[in-house]
T-cell receptor
Framework: EPEVTQTPSHQVTQMGQEVILRCVPISNHLYFYWYRQILGQKVEFLVSFYNNEISEKSEIFDDQFSVERPDGSNFTLKIRSTKLEDSAMYFC???????????FGPGTRLTVL | QKEVEQNSGPLSVPEGAIASLNCTYSDRGSQSFFWYRQYSGKSPELIMFIYSNGDKEDGRFTAQLNKASQYVSLLIRDSQPSDSATYLCAVKWRDAGGTSYGKLTFGQGTILTVHP
């Protein structure tokens, strides 16, 4: 069964450093999403992406964040200058259409020291 | 501000019992509703979705939607210890023109424990 994959599973970084989280969505899906979950808190929407551009973003998704589909399979989330409060699980998801179910990847645990 | 609320629990039921998980949401606009299960340290895993008022059954799971009361629930019949997890309710809203932007708004989740 097709699945969303994410790398790395765990990323440790120093405050102020740039990180890139990578995702490979399900191959025939067209819509891609990033969510995050701070430990013990709700899953929060960050951004949705379709046709090589952002469809919607939350207030969390400020200028420190960017997304890119660098090739036909990868979808990345870049955090330019990490803060302590960026420590969270970051989940990538994909869906065939906007109305379809979103399938989540296993997540990347980001720890900012 | 569109909100999704769940009782965080924990909800404890004996093996074989029916577990009932509830979710309310704040805005009457057109929506789709999703139930996800999340084991500790893992990602959300889809259980089922519901779009229309009434009940929808899938194996041991039944989702119930009442749009007038802004309420959606998940029933788990014959609960098993392996069902012990956090259950997340998620809502996808559409705008007045019926366009969905894909964003899922999650509740805080209900922790379910099924004890043998």
């Amino acid at each position: 069964e097709p699945e969303v994959t994410q790398t790395p599973s765990h990323q440790v970084t120093q405050m102020g450093q740039e990180v890139i989280l990578r995702c490979v969505p399900i191959s025939n899906h067209l819509y891609f999403y990033w969510y995050r979950q701070i430990l013990g808190q709700k899953v929060e929407f960050l951004v949705s992406f379709y046709n090589n551009e952002i469809s919607e973003k939350s207030e969390i998704f400020d200028d420190q964040f960017s997304v890119e589909r660098p090739d036909g399979s990868n979808f990345t989330l870049k955090i330019r200058s990490t803060k302590l409060e960026d420590s969270a699980m970051y989940f990538c998801a994909s869906s065939g259409t906007l109305g379809d179910t979103q399938y989540f990847g296993p997540g990347t645990r980001l720890t900012v020291l | 501000q569109k909100e999704v609320e769940q009782n965080s629990g924990p909800l404890s039921v004996p093996e074989g019992a029916i577990a009932s998980l509830n979710c309310t949401y704040s805005d009457r606009g057109s929506q789709s509703f999703f139930w996800y299960r999340q084991y500790s340290g893992k990602s959300p895993e889809l259980i089922m979705f519901i779009y229309s008022n009434g009940d929808k059954e899938d194996g041991r799971f039944t989702a119930q939607l009442n749009k007038a009361s802004q309420y959606v629930s998940l029933l788990i019949r014959d609960s098993q210890p392996s069902d012990s997890a956090t259950y997340l309710c998620a809502v996808k809203w559409r705008d007045a023109g019926g366009t969905s932007y894909g964003k899922l708004t999650f509740g805080q989740g209900t922790i379910l424990t099924v004890h043998p």
